[in-house]
Nanobody, 124 residues
Framework: VQLQASGGGLVQAGGSLRLSCAAS????????IGWFRQAPGKEREFVGA????????YYADSVKGRFTISRDNAKNMMYLQMSSLKPEDTAVYSC??????????????????WGQGTLVTVSS
């Protein structure tokens, strides 16, 4: 399955943005999917993950309460709603498919298929 993230752009601090992740060439309906981000000069960072049914979510402390992950299995889509954005949220955001169907891992090594990322820039 190939993933493609979209929806990035330039936003002012305090603003909101919604990212989308589309799957093609297959389905990710039966696995956990997640979001990661990588800022310039920094390591890839876990953002959040959602279980296959879209019921359970798990977020990094840095985004908890500000970001919300959702999925629409009928459309093979996942979303990341970001609000109260901060300059430190600036990064390339990527979506990925986990090796697990239920376990909400935060380890990048547990994610198999990575999509092309989308750049989010938050200005102060």
């Amino acid at each position: 399955v190939q993933l493609q993230a979209s929806g990035g752009g330039l936003v002012q601090a305090g603003g909101s943005l919604r990212l989308s992740c589309a799957a093609s060439g297959g389905t990710f309906n039966n696995v956990v999917i997640g979001w990661f981000r990588q800022a310039p000069g920094k390591e890839r960072e876990f953002v959040g993950a959602i279980d296959r049914n879209g019921i359970m979510t798990y977020y990094a402390d840095s985004v908890k309460g500000r970001f919300t992950i959702s999925r629409d299995n009928a459309k093979n889509m996942m979303y990341l709603q970001m609000s109260s954005l901060k300059p430190e949220d600036t990064a390339v955001y990527s979506c990925a498919v986990s090796r697990y169907s239920a376990f909400l891992s935060r380890r990048a090594a547990d994610f198999l298929s990575w999509g092309q990322g989308t750049l989010v820039t938050v200005s102060s």
